[in-house]
């Protein structure tokens, strides 16, 4: 397996980017705060404006390392990225798959039914540790909500009934999700999913951590020659990453709103890790976007027992694993995509 756990993350708004040698130099002001060989890596994610030499760029697409540029809020901004070497065939196949509305119907089921399963066990898990303090009935009653969309989905007759059930899933999941926040105050109580912008601490932080998810599944889908733009569920539109945003869905309660809660529950994040714009949106600080990468990374080193592989594999590598199982199914050596559920 090709390892996905080394990223390096620039916070600063200021910093450039440079080449010397095999390695990746960061500066500030002309002072060089950070260096490492460019081997060590497998991408560059730069938030803010931070500037790149052009060495620097040729360097990385001989050693195809991405470098991703987002807003300081976490906004995809863009990419340079190595020249494609994927098999053409699997892309083929891929594009054959998405052309085809039964076929495309099966893998987004698939991935549907992973999101709403794993949902589904965040709640379960909050009940197993936390159902006897206090009237947890809000809660019994989404789990069970979700058990019903979860059929629904596995029965599903078209890709917009499908969205559909999807969409009634995360209401319900996403309505009881400040009672997984266990000392709710008003600075991070969380009122419903916003984003673009985020309106509060909670969806800053959600909306974060998914965007260093989405940053690992496209590193992934490229990694095994799949093209990250076309996806199942989420269909082609020019500028989105639709299949890397496939690939995430499954992934993110366990990867990102569990991560999310442990950050806030252990108070390792508070309201001083916020900033409140003028446009009404809120975004982490400088500060609070290197407290949740360190967490972030330091996630990405554990290891998880995959439940279709059988194998012990780092967290970080689930991306990696998912996409590498979606070119088996397309290439016809699986019958169907097994998406990864949490016990």
């Known amino acids: 397996m090709r390892r996905l756990l080394n990223t390096l993350y620039v916070l600063s708004t200021d910093a450039y980017l440079g080449k010397d040698g095999e390695n990746v130099v960061v500066r500030v002001q002309d002072e060089e705060k950070f260096r490492i060989p460019v081997h060590n890596l497998e991408g560059i994610v730069a938030f803010g404006y931070t500037g790149v030499s052009p060495a620097l760029m040729h360097l990385c697409a001989e050693h195809r390392v991405a470098i991703s540029f987002l807003s300081p809020g976490g906004r995809f901004l863009g990419r340079v990225v190595f020249p494609t070497s994927g098999n053409v065939l699997l892309r083929k196949r891929q594009y054959a798959a998405y052309d085809s509305e039964s076929h495309s119907l099966g893998i987004a089921k698939n991935l549907v039914v992973g999101k709403i399963a794993n949902s589904r066990a965040v709640l379960r898990r909050f009940l197993r540790d936390h159902g006897q303090d206090g009237d947890k009935s809000e809660v019994e009653d989404a ?139 809120v975004l982490l600080s400088e500060q609070g976007r290197r407290l949740v990468i360190d967490a972030w990374q330091r996630r990405k080193q554990q290891t998880v027992r995959h439940p279709f592989l059988k194998e012990d594999i780092e967290v970080g590598l689930l991306p990696y694993a998912q996409a590498m199982l979606l070119t088996r199914h397309l290439r016809g050596d699986l019958e169907a995509y097994p998406p990864y559920l949490l016990r």
Do not use: W
């Not at 917009?160 to 109580?189: K, M, Q």
């Not at 999913?193 to 909306?207: G, H």
């Not at 989420?234 to 990453?241: E, F, I, N």
């Not at 990867?255 to 108070?267: E, K, V």
């Open 143 to 281: 789990t069970a909500s979700l058990t019903r969309h979860l059929e629904s989905a596995a029965q599903s007759r078209s890709l917009d009934g499908l969205r559909g059930t999807e969409g009634e899933a995360a209401r319900a999941y996403y309505g009881v999700f400040n009672h997984l926040i266990l000392e709710p105050t008003g600075s991070l109580e969380f009122r419903g999913r916003s984003r673009r912008p985020p309106r509060d601490p909670v969806n800053a932080l959600l909306s974060f951590l998914y965007t260093l998810l989405t940053h690992d599944c496209v590193a992934a889908l490229e990694t095994v020659g799949l093209d990250p733009q076309v996806g199942f569920l989420h269909r082609v539109r020019p500028g989105r990453s639709s299949l890397a945003l496939d690939l995430m869905e499954e992934l993110r309660p366990y990867l990102a709103d569990r991560l999310a809660l442990t950050l806030i529950n252990n108070r390792q994040v508070t309201a001083k890790e916020f900033i409140q714009k003028e446009s009404g949106g």
